[in-house]
T-cell receptor, first 108, second 117 residues
Framework: GQNIDQPTEMTATEGAIVQINCTYQ??????LFWYQQHAGEAPTFLSY????GLEEKGRFSSFLSRSKGYSYLLLKELQMKDSASYLC?????????FGTGTQLKVEL | DTGVSQDPRHKITKRGQNVTFRCDPI?????LYWYRQTLGQGPEFLTY????????KSRLLSDRFSAERPKGSFSTLEIQRTEQGDSAMYLC???????????????FGAGSRLTVL
C-alpha cells in the first residue's frame, strides 16, 4: 500500500492558523500535491511541492521533506469556508495516490 | 473552457444492470483519469489514458469495469452487472502532460454518483 497518513479530523478557530501533516512512503515519488474537497464536491488543486522546502500561495503554504516522507499544509487566517477535507496526494509515475483526507472544521 | 464535465451526475440502478458514465475533459488536456471515491475516503485510482491509449489500470479494477477513450477526447466508464459494492462517486480528472516531473496537476469533474440498489 501507499501508507499515506493524515489526521482524520481537526478543529480550529476562525482567524487562526492550522497545520495539517502528512507522511507517506517515499519510493518512486515525484511530487506531493494537496487538494481541498468540500462535501459533495470535486477535489480542487491547492498546491504541490517537487523540491524540499516551503511553497507559499496566499493563505496556503505547503512544505515538503522528501527524505523524511513528510509534508504539511499550513492554512492562515482561517475562514469558515475553509471547512473541508484536505487530501494529501503523493505523485508516483503519472498518477496521484490520495490519502483518506483530513476533515477540517473551522469554528467561530 | 467549462472544465471537466461528467454525465450523468446521479445514477440509481438495480443490482445486475449495466451503467455507463461519460467524461469530457478540458479540451487541451491529453491525460484523462478515472477515480472512485466512497464516503470518508480519498479518491481511489482506477485507470488513466494518455490520448487514446489506456496506459494503466488498477489491480482493484475487476473485469466488470471497462473504460475507453476512442478518439483521445471524451471517455466512458462502463460497469457491467453492477453490485451494491459499486456504489460510489466516480470522478474523472484530466491533465496536461508537462515534461517537468511532478507537475501533473489533475483537474477533477464534479463526479457521477452511483447508487446500486
Amino acid at each position: 500500500g501507499q501508507n499515506i497518513d493524515q489526521p482524520t479530523e481537526m478543529t480550529a478557530t476562525e482567524g487562526a492558523i492550522v497545520q495539517i501533516n502528512c507522511t507517506y512512503q517515499t519510493s518512486g515519488f515525484n511530487g506531493l500535491f494537496w487538494y481541498q474537497q468540500h462535501a459533495g464536491e470535486a477535489p480542487t488543486f491547492l498546491s504541490y511541492n517537487v523540491l524540499d522546502g516551503l511553497e507559499e500561495k496566499g493563505r496556503f503554504s505547503s512544505f515538503l521533506s522528501r527524505s523524511k516522507g513528510y509534508s504539511y499544509l499550513l492554512l492562515k487566517e482561517l475562514q469558515m469556508k475553509d471547512s473541508a477535507s484536505y487530501l494529501c496526494a503523493p505523485g508516483r509515475g503519472n498518477k496521484l495516490t490520495f490519502g483518506t483526507g483530513t476533515q477540517l472544521k473551522v469554528e467561530l | 473552457d467549462t472544465g471537466v464535465s461528467q454525465d450523468p451526475r446521479h445514477k440509481i440502478t438495480k443490482r445486475g444492470q449495466n451503467v455507463t458514465f461519460r467524461c469530457d475533459p478540458i479540451s487541451e488536456h491529453n491525460r484523462l483519469y478515472w477515480y472512485r471515491q466512497t464516503l470518508g475516503q480519498g479518491p481511489e485510482f482506477l485507470t488513466y489514458f494518455q490520448n487514446e491509449a489506456q496506459l494503466e489500470k488498477s489491480r482493484l479494477l475487476s473485469d466488470r469495469f471497462s473504460a475507453e477513450r476512442p478518439k483521445g477526447s471524451f471517455s466512458t466508464l462502463e460497469i457491467q452487472r453492477t453490485e451494491q459494492g459499486d456504489s460510489a462517486m466516480y470522478l474523472c480528472a484530466s491533465s496536461l502532460e508537462i515534461a517537468r516531473a511532478g507537475a501533473n496537476v489533475l483537474t477533477f469533474g464534479a463526479g457521477s454518483r452511483l447508487t446500486v440498489l
